[in-house]
């Protein structure tokens, strides 16, 4: 019995020796962060959410996303939009090293552009809106080739500036 309890303790000691350990700076709030996530949200003078998710989704929609999850008591929308993602100096690569050494070289093939949006009311008046887009792209061999955080200002500029205009028009029965 004392051998088994003995055993037992140092199967356990090993296995949590193998434990990976979280480097601390994963833990550590990145100083691009707060401009990120200022570019990623806005405040809109209205408590309604159900409106905002509504002018939200009608903003997404006519940028081509389809609505894939919604609870409107969480104040979430998740959409997405596949396009193309093919790109001219890849296939142009991909002929050379074929015609050079005879291997087949995968390149960028489809695109799923992803959009969360939450809604938060902050104030009796007062709520705000953030939103992140993702992007996954998949090789011509099936195989995801890259996952990245889309930050572009001039993206998030445009969302905002038509989700605003949808709010407004809203609001005033237009």
């Given amino acids: 019995m004392r051998a088994l ?3 037992l303790t140092c199967v356990v000691l090993v296995a949590t020796g193998c434990v990976p350990r979280v480097p601390p700076e994963a833990l550590t709030l990145q100083p691009e962060a707060a401009s990120l996530r200022q570019l990623q949200t806005r405040r809109f003078d209205t408590s309604n959410e159900n409106e905002l998710l509504q002018a939200s989704l009608a ?4 940028q081509g996303f389809e609505l894939d999850e919604a609870e ?3 104040g979430l929308l998740v959409a997405s939009k596949t396009r193309d993602a093919s790109d001219a100096a890849q296939i142009a690569g991909k002929i ?3 015609a050079l050494v005879s291997q087949n070289v995968p ?7 992803r959009v969360s949006l ?5 104030s009796p008046k007062e709520s705000t809106v953030r939103i992140t887009f993702q992007r996954i792209v ?5 195989q995801i080739s890259r996952t990245e955080s889309l930050e572009d ?3 998030y500029q445009i969302f905002f500036f038509k989700l605003s205009k949808a709010v407004f028009l809203e609001a005033h029965g237009i």
């Fill in 138 to 142: 998949w090789n011509d061999m099936g």
């Fill in 72 to 74: 409107s008591r969480l």
């Fill in 5 to 7: 309890a003995l055993s």
């Fill in 153 to 155: 200002p001039e993206l």
């Fill in 59 to 62: 903003v997404l929609q006519d």
């Fill in 118 to 122: 939450i809604t938060r009311v902050i």
């Fill in 96 to 98: 050379l090293v074929a």
């Fill in 107 to 113: 390149v960028d093939d489809t695109q799923r552009i």
